[in-house]
């Protein structure tokens, strides 16, 4: 039976962990002890160092068993050591679809691009 995943947030960042991908490798204990505590009933306490501390260690779990979401805004969702996806938050009321990083590097790409020079007309007379 699969065991439930379980999260943990902050005001800055919000830390999940699956125990069914932990290898307990004990990385993230052995890396930021006061954040990652066994011996605590809500063992994880991403609220006792800075956000980009606490997702320098989550990204450092060699199985992928612990992510984060920054929250605030956008956020990058981290599954282990890499990034797979971003998260935009839109205002309330917003139903328009945020552009992915290959929309926005087409849309770069296109408006980069040079024209074709225009043929004079007054030549081919």
């Known amino acids: 039976m699969a065991k439930r ?3 943990y947030e902050s005001d800055d960042i919000t830390v999940t962990f699956d125990p069914d991908v932990c290898i307990h490798s004990g ?8 954040v990652f505590d066994i011996k605590r009933q809500r063992w994880i306490r991403p609220e006792l160092q800075p956000a ?3 997702a320098a260690q989550v990204m450092r779990c060699p199985s992928g068993a612990l992510q984060f979401v920054i929250s605030g805004g956008a956020g ?3 599954k282990g050591s890499g990034f797979y996806a971003t998260d ?5 009321g917003t139903t328009e679809k945020a552009d992915t990083t290959a ?6 790409e ?3 691009s040079k024209p074709s ?5 007054s030549s081919d007379k």
């Open 88 to 92: 935009y938050k839109r205002p309330a």
């Open 76 to 78: 990058l969702v981290f």
């Open 103 to 108: 929309e926005k590097a087409e849309k770069t």
């Open 27 to 34: 990385v993230c204990v052995l890396g930021l002890p006061d």
């Open 117 to 121: 020079p225009k043929k004079d007309s």
């Open 110 to 112: 296109k408006s980069d």
């Open 5 to 7: 995943r379980q999260t």
């Open 52 to 54: 980009d501390v606490v």
